[in-house]
């Protein structure tokens, strides 16, 4: 099947700096992803749709400025977080549609930790 | 706004008891749903969903339009179905709405 690719898994940052977090997929093209928050014990909430080339879609209530979001190729996103501070702390998880584009295939997560 | 709803965020049973885990939504057109799941130290992955009327490692699992649910179904629990499982809802775009999810622990 599918593989979506995230990287790095665990980042640890001091808070004022920007984290880039890189979302792959292998063997397949993705002219859309999608970038989700997920707080421990809760839910995933879908943070912005990546469009290849053009700007990315922000769900309600996300900052753009403060999340960007470049898709720079069919086969690659990517997720900034500027000036992070330690409410940014979070689990980030990228999915990209597969073929059928009604299945999501999801990367493994990134946990960003803001010191 | 479209919504699903996930009641239980525990669901215990024992090995070879029946299992059901609750979905109910909320969505003005015809809805497309599934149910994805996580085991221990993986990734989200699709487990079922509706359109395709499969039964995928046991489960299965009906949308009844009238009670606008989608329950996860399975006749007799294995312990390696312990995981957390998600209640997805796709929105226009591939967008995905996601229940609060449920562990579902499996004893021996």
């Known amino acids: 099947g599918a593989v979506v690719s995230q990287h790095p898994s665990r980042v640890i940052c001091k808070s004022g700096t920007s984290v880039k977090i890189e979302c792959r997929s292998l063997d397949f093209q993705a002219t859309t992803m999608f970038w989700y928050r997920q707080f421990p014990k809760q839910s995933l909430m879908l943070m912005a749709t990546?469009?290849?080339?053009?700007?990315?879609?922000?769900e309600q209530g996300v900052e753009k400025d403060k999340f960007l979001i470049n898709h720079a190729s069919l086969t690659l996103s990517t997720l900034t977080v500027t000036s992070a501070h330690p409410e940014d702390s979070s689990f980030y998880i990228c999915?990209?549609?597969?073929?059928?584009?009604?299945?999501?295939?999801f990367g493994a997560g990134t946990r960003l930790s803001v010191l | 706004a479209q919504r699903v709803t996930q009641p239980e965020k525990l669901l215990s049973v024992f090995k070879g008891a029946p299992v059901e885990l609750k979905c109910n939504y909320s969505?003005?057109?015809?809805?497309?749903l599934f149910w994805y799941v996580q085991y221990s130290r993986q990734r989200l992955q699709l487990l079922l969903r509706h359109i395709s009327r499969e039964s995928i490692k046991g489960f299965t699992a009906d949308l009844n339009k009238g009670e606008t649910s989608f329950h996860l179904k399975k006749p007799f629990a294995q312990e390696e179905d312990s995981a957390m499982y998600y209640c997805a809802l796709a929105e226009y775009g591939n967008k995905l709405v996601f229940g609060a999810g449920t562990i579902l622990r499996v004893k021996s």
């Open positions: 990546s469009n290849e080339g053009s700007k990315a879609t922000y």
């Open positions: 999915s990209a549609p597969g073929r059928g584009q009604d299945i999501q295939y």
């Open positions: 969505y003005s057109g015809s809805p497309e």
